[in-house]
């Protein structure tokens, strides 16, 4: 069975950093491109960053650029998502998703076919 199961968030202060996993089973990652979205009370869901089956730089949502860096080690079929001089604007659930391709084109969700059930993040003093 695929599934996508993300891990990591928690409760951090502002200016405080955690690391997001998503870690995949019953499909091999290197075929494909992952994203990461987030969606927080009362607002739509949002792309945040995506990465190609290969990994390298990355893409950015320009409010997390600079303070995110995405990463993947295919050999343990993980992705993850380094979060670091976070806000409380950061505050959602986040998910990762498999995009139907192998490289990244922006965050359509009708781009990316199986998604995690999400881990809370909590920015807050």
């Known amino acids: 069975q695929l599934r996508l199961v993300e891990s990591g968030g928690g409760l951090v202060q502002p200016g405080g950093s955690l690391r997001l996993s998503c870690a995949a089973s019953?499909?091999?990652?290197?075929?494909?491109?992952i994203g990461w979205f987030r969606q927080a009370p009362g607002k739509e869901r949002e792309g945040v960053s995506c990465?190609?089956?290969?990994?390298?730089?990355?893409i950015y949502a320009d409010a997390v650029k600079g303070r995110f860096t995405i990463s993947r080690d295919n050999a343990k079929n993980t992705v993850f998502l380094q979060m670091d001089r976070l806000k409380t604007e950061d505050t959602a659930v986040y998910y990762c998703?498999?995009?139907?391709?192998?490289?990244?084109?922006?965050?359509?969700?009708?781009?990316?076919?199986?998604w995690g059930q999400g881990t809370q993040v909590t920015v807050s003093s």
């Open positions: 990465i190609s089956n290969r990994g390298g730089s990355g």
């Open positions: 019953g499909f091999t990652m290197d075929g494909y491109a």
């Open positions: 998703a498999r995009r139907r391709l192998s490289f990244c084109l922006g965050y359509r969700a009708h781009d990316y076919d199986y």
